[in-house]
């Protein structure tokens, strides 16, 4: 079974930066696409970005400018390095494998909480 694990949420102050980790228990390149969610107080889970197996990614306009998704083949690994937080920014965010039919795997997510 393919898993899953988030890691680098932590505290931040206003404007500071993380950079959160999502390493795989097999190659990722049996997923279709991969991405990161978040799940904000009050609000729906959303997607904030995504990668393909080309390296052509996309982002939410919240996000965009800010937050950078890259991956590593070797290191099984998919990044998001996270600049000029806001508190808006709070939340537990989620890594998510797509293999369409086959199915979504998903972490157990990692908290990220940004101070005023």
């Known amino acids: 079974q393919v898993r899953l694990a988030e890691s680098g949420g932590g505290l931040v102050q206003f404007g500071g930066s993380l950079r959160l980790s999502c390493t795989a228990s097999?190659?990722?390149?049996?997923?279709?696409?991969m991405a990161w969610h978040r799940q904000v107080p009050g609000a729906m889970r959303e997607l904030v970005a995504q990668?393909?197996?080309?390296?052509?990614?996309n982002y939410a306009d919240f996000v965009k400018g800010r937050f950078t998704i890259s991956r590593d083949l070797a290191k099984n690994t998919v990044y998001l390095q996270m600049d000029r937080l806001t508190p808006e920014d709070t939340g537990i965010y989620y890594c998510?494998?797509?293999?369409?039919?086959?199915?979504?795997?998903w972490g157990q997510g990692t908290q990220v909480t940004v101070s005023s």
């Open positions: 998510m494998g797509d293999r369409g039919w086959y199915g979504e795997y």
């Open positions: 097999g190659s990722i390149s049996i997923f279709n696409h």
């Open positions: 990668i393909k197996n080309d390296n052509s990614d």
